[in-house]
């Protein structure tokens, strides 16, 4: 941090890497982890980097103090009410570059693991909800309330969608209540519930058996996985047998049929 200017001149997003997972922390916790344009510019980024770095397997998505995020800054965004169309060219853009860069998550090769502590909220949530798997700490809360403010939770509706079922969505984006870790694992939010404050450990041990894996079957399979789910159940088959056939040709694939064949621990291509 430079003494000069104060906890804003840090980085807005931290990264470290060990044995194949990639950690990143959103680094605003004295203002509650917002998704603000310099979040956004650096999670693109990283994201960026990340997909083209072959010695990335997994990634986990983590924040630093109470608060994972919350969501989109109100306040960056109601300073653009005074432009002369109110906002509606920033508000578009914006919007725009947080959907990007959820999108990003998803089509990035390696999983992307969320560990969280403490609440996640509105954009928060759908940052989250858009990462492949997600911890939580036993504290740890979810919610959409933008509803609560006059303002429906449209974006986040898109990635909680695609996690829970309908009627669950519907009561978070409705109601717009914290939901509790458990509670949130049982309607599909998360993966699993572990006891507060150790999340990030146990999101950085699952990354590590994802990056123990083959880096190329496992990028094969997260790509085919989101790509079958948008389609029809007959061509989601003839989408899958065609990835399928593609991966058993693969090296890897003969690599670890024939090592299961001779017990033998098999070896991935880097």
Known sequence: ?????????????????????????????????????????????AFTMIAGDRGVRAVV?????????????LKEMSAHRADPDRGRAYFTDILGRCSTMMQQITSLPQPVIAAVEGTATAAGCQLVASCDLAVAGAQAKFCTPGVHIGLFCSTPMVALSRNLAA??????LLLGEMVPALEAARMGLVN???????????????????????????????????????MGLSAAYDHASAVMVENML????????GAFMEKRAPVWES
């Open 1 to 45: 941090m430079n003494a000069h200017t104060g906890p804003e001149a840090a980085p807005a997003l931290l990264r470290s890497d060990a044995d194949g997972v990639a950690t990143l922390t959103l680094n605003r916790p004295q203002s509650r982890n917002p998704l603000s344009e310099a979040m956004l510019a650096a999670l693109g980024e």
């Open 192 to 230: 699993r519930v572990v006891p507060a404050g150790e999340a990030l450990v146990e999101a950085q041990r699952l990354a590590g058996v994802i990056a123990s894996k083959s880096p190329m079957t496992v990028k094969i399979g997260k790509r085919a996985f989101y790509e079958q789910r948008e």
């Open 61 to 73: 998505l983590s924040a630093a103090g109470p608060v994972f995020c919350a969501g989109h800054d």
């Open 167 to 172: 009627k669950h969505a519907l009561e978070m």
């Open 250 to 257: 693969a090296r890897d694939a003969e690599e670890g049929i």
